[in-house]
């Protein structure tokens, strides 16, 4: 037996209840469960736990399902994660310059993911958008293209990070002239 039983009801699904907590539920109407997933450099999606498939459009994007059975929820909890901090990045149309948020936001990805904060590189121009509001690797495209520098230690994004290589910089072309 495969543990489905959709015909006499007992499949069991784990739902949230008023506390956030997980419990298992009987979905006797359904033979799938679903439950949120984290997203790189995002979080826990804000889909649900609960009985019956995902969203249409959302399966294996924010959200997963799983074969109900009668023996135990297919949908468990799902890790939250680990969390970092990176910099959000705003174009200054004033300034005509982006700059570093004031604080890091915080980030979160997948404990087997690398941590990686970006930032909008030299060529990147007030219609660009930061990935992930800083979060996260650049793509090897804005790489390539210049708009987007990444780094990949907790915070690394910030403005006076980027001092630490500009001011070496900045000296070395004044002692040339």
Do not use: R
Not at 20 to 36: A, H, M, Q, R, V
Not at 116 to 138: F, L, R, T
């Amino acid at each position: 037996s495969s543990g489905i039983n959709a015909e006499y009801g007992h499949n069991l699904c784990n739902t949230m209840n008023s506390e956030g907590e997980l419990e298992s539920t009987d979905c006797s109407s359904s033979t799938k469960c679903k439950s949120p997933i984290l997203v790189e450099y995002t979080g826990l999606d804000t889909a649900k736990y609960g009985c019956g498939s995902c969203t249409i459009g959302t399966e294996g994007i924010t959200c997963v399902s799983c074969e109900a059975n009668e023996d135990a929820p297919c949908n468990g909890a799902v890790s939250t994660g680990k969390t970092f901090k990176c910099f959000p990045y705003a174009f200054n149309t004033t300034t005509k310059a982006w700059e570093a948020g004031s604080e890091a936001g915080t980030c979160i990805a997948n404990e087997d993911t690398s941590i990686a904060c970006n930032k909008p590189g030299e060529s990147a121009d007030q219609d660009y958008v930061v990935p992930h509001s800083g979060c996260g690797p650049c793509t090897a495209e804005a790489i390539s293209a210049n708009t987007c520098v990444q780094c990949e230690e907790d915070s690394c994004n910030s403005a006076a990070a980027l001092s630490f290589v500009i001011l070496p910089l900045i000296a070395a072309f004044f002692n040339l002239v």
